[in-house]
């Protein structure tokens, strides 16, 4: 069974730090495009930042503004997402999410995670 789970996220303080992790079973990560996404209430979902393949390239929204870093964990099958300096405006549900294209694209990625919350308050 295919299957993408998300964890690592919860409450925190603005200007706290969290690490998202992506696990996958079924699949190997290493095989696929790994993208953060996030999704605010009433708002579209929309990428937060992408690794490709062999990890070698990966991009960021402008709005991260260099404050989170995307990695690979081979050995775990997982990808990370470190996010410091976080404000209340990066209060969404953080999804993870794997597909064969390096792209920005919601419909581009195949497999997908349930989510976790990540909430920030001031």
């Known amino acids: 069974q295919v299957q993408v789970v998300e964890s690592g996220g919860g409450l925190v303080q603005s200007g706290a730090s969290l690490r998202l992790s992506c696990a996958a079973s079924?699949?190997?990560?290493?095989?696929?495009?790994i993208g953060w996404f996030r999704q605010a209430p009433g708002k579209e979902r929309e990428m937060v930042s992408r690794?490709?393949?062999?990890?070698?390239?990966?991009h960021y929204a402008d709005w991260v503004k260099g404050r989170f870093t995307i990695s690979r964990d081979s050995a775990k099958n997982a990808v990370y997402l470190q996010m410091n300096s976080l404000s209340p405006e990066d209060t969404a549900v953080y999804y993870c999410?794997?597909?064969?294209?390096?792209?920005?694209?919601?419909?581009?990625?195949?497999?997908w995670g349930q989510g976790t919350q990540v909430t920030v308050s001031s």
């Open positions: 999410a794997a597909g064969p294209y390096y792209s920005d694209y919601v419909a581009l990625y195949d497999y």
């Open positions: 079924g699949f190997t990560l290493d095989r696929f495009v």
């Open positions: 690794i490709s393949i062999s990890g070698s390239s990966t």
